[in-house]
């Protein structure tokens, strides 16, 4: 069975103090929940997350980075290496968001070098890919998204698979408002599913558990949720408050 996951990429919001406060009180809000399949992550940005983790010892709540350099040190300035990160007790880090694509240049390329570094430091990765708003008025979506991940991933030997969860994000859902409907989630869902079989085996794309993300909210999460390929969300602006981001846990 694949697991369940509900993710919140906090992005470039939270302090420390914010950060603690929220862990502190998602951990009183899915405490009662049973969640037994369900793997509930949070991701503060890279200065909070010793605190995070500290904050969520003893509870269900994985702590992980949004994003991390590929090569081991060196003059990189600003940037997390995987051993830094692993130091502090990182397990998973988010790569390929659209933001870091946009905004920082993140290619294809660049992200299947960070790829390699994520197998090969033992870590795992939510890997997050999407079309844009053009590609989809064009019908290019498919095409766009399995060239995303075939850059990215296809180079990897079907055993690396274990360390890769996938989070389907269409741009043009992302912090708009505006969600794909659950259908259109399905559809690119099974799509995504059915280009690793054919690349790998059934074995593999069974157990590949593909995130959706793009305006996932209390209201819309069940019904995103129940389809049979959507096997949990990357939720943003709904992850900063307690009371949304658990309402979509339950939702899960
Ligand atoms: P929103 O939920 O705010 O649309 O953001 C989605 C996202 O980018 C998660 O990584």
Redesign the pocket.
Known sequence: MRAKIVAG?WKMNNDKDESKELIKDLKKAIKKEGLKNTRVIVAPTFVNLSSSIKAARKSKIEVVAQNMHQSKNGAFTGEISADMLKSIGIKTVILG???RRTYFNETDVSLAAKVDAIIANDLETIF?FGELLEDRKSENHFAVVESQIANALFHLEADAWKSIVL?Y?PVW????GETASAEQAQEMHAFIRSTIEKKYSKKVSDKISILY????KPANAKEIFSKPDVDGG?????ALNVADFTGIIKAI
């Open positions: 990429n968001h659209s933001e997050c989070a994000e859902a992302i912090g708009t993300g793009g305006s996932v990357l939720i943003g602006g709904a």
